[in-house]
């Protein structure tokens, strides 16, 4: 399968900081990707897709001037946190759509799970 | 929108035993069906998919079946491991003029292998 790589896998700030969280396409490109908050045991939670050179598009309810996605190269996907909370906290994971002939398939990367104190 | 239900929730077995996970969907323009397996602390891993023009695929010891009639499709491990205790989710997916691509996830299945 095709890898995704995150970085960094796990960080902890203190409250009213940015974080910033990096999700890599590493053997192929991808147009499209998507982020993903999980909370303990529960299903992903999509927030929003990024698309390379233009804007993400969020889902309901996400605030998007709070989590700001950055594509901008067709290998890498930004997301960052602005003035983090504690409910901040959570596993933030992201995936990279890889294109192929008929079915496009979706690999996820190892997550990034962020502590706000 | 799409809605995709799974079930069960949470599932013990015995090492060598088969399990059965089954995902339901209410789209009828779903035409992809991945499964995917965590481990704690990491990001889903893709372990087999599912086109709606197949009914069945296997990979080794894991099958995937697909009605799409009844808009249901199921998860097979047979000869289970230790290894294979993780939390299975299932999605479902319709093309991307439809969506964007977006898959729409099952809430998952804590699978436990008991050696």
């Known amino acids: 399968g095709a890898v995704v790589s995150q970085h960094p896998s796990w960080v902890i700030c203190k409250s009213g900081t940015s974080v910033k969280i990096e999700c890599r396409s590493l053997?192929?490109?991808?147009?499209?990707m998507f982020w993903y908050r999980q909370f303990p045991k529960q299903s992903l939670m999509l927030m929003a897709t990024?698309?390379?050179?233009?804007?993400?598009?969020?889902e309901q309810g996400v605030e998007k001037d709070k989590f700001l996605i950055n594509h901008a190269s067709l290998t890498l996907s930004t997301l960052t946190v602005t003035s983090a909370h504690p409910e901040d906290s959570s596993f933030y994971i992201c995936?990279?759509?890889?294109?192929?002939?008929?079915?496009?398939?979706?690999?996820f990367g190892p997550g990034t799970r962020l502590t706000v104190l | 929108g799409e809605n995709v239900e799974q079930h069960p929730s949470t599932l013990s077995v015995q090492e060598g035993d088969s399990a059965v996970i089954k995902c339901t969907y209410s789209?009828?323009?779903?035409?992809?069906f991945p499964w995917y397996k965590q481990e704690l602390g990491k990001g889903p891993q893709l372990i087999i998919d599912?086109?709606?023009?197949?009914g069945e695929k296997k990979d080794q010891r894991i099958a995937v079946t697909l009605n799409k009639t009844a808009k249901h499709f199921s998860l097979h491990i047979t000869e289970t491991q230790p290894e294979d205790s993780a939390v299975y989710f299932c999605?479902?997916?319709?093309?991307?003029?439809?969506?964007?691509?977006?898959?729409?996830f099952g809430d998952g299945t804590t699978l436990t292998v008991k050696p």
């Open positions: 999605a479902a997916r319709a093309g991307e003029k439809t969506n964007a691509g977006k898959s729409t």
């Open positions: 789209d009828s323009a779903s035409n992809y």
């Open positions: 053997d192929f490109q991808a147009t499209t």
């Open positions: 995936s990279a759509l890889r294109r192929g002939l008929g079915i496009n398939e979706q690999f």
């Open positions: 990024s698309n390379e050179g233009s804007k993400a598009t969020y």
């Open positions: 599912i086109r709606s023009n197949v």
